[in-house]
């Protein structure tokens, strides 16, 4: 069986995780391990939201 890893602090409590709205529906979004390498350009909470997202026609 695979060892648990633990990070210092976190102990199941996700409340110190950094968060941000969804750009499609505004609904807070939690940091995920799966995006930390990019969570800074992470818009979307979910894929429906990023289908659903408002496209901007060109002037």
């Known amino acids: 069986m695979k060892p648990k890893t633990r990070v210092k602090g976190h102990r199941g409590n996700k409340s110190y995780l950094p968060s ?6 505004g609904q807070p979004m939690s940091w995920r ?9 992470v818009k979307y ?6 289908r659903r997202r ?6």
């Open 20 to 25: 941000k709205p969804c750009a499609a529906c």
């Open 33 to 41: 391990r799966s995006w930390a390498r990019n969570w800074d350009e």
């Open 45 to 50: 909470c979910s894929e429906a939201c990023r």
């Open 54 to 59: 408002s496209v901007q026609p060109d002037p």
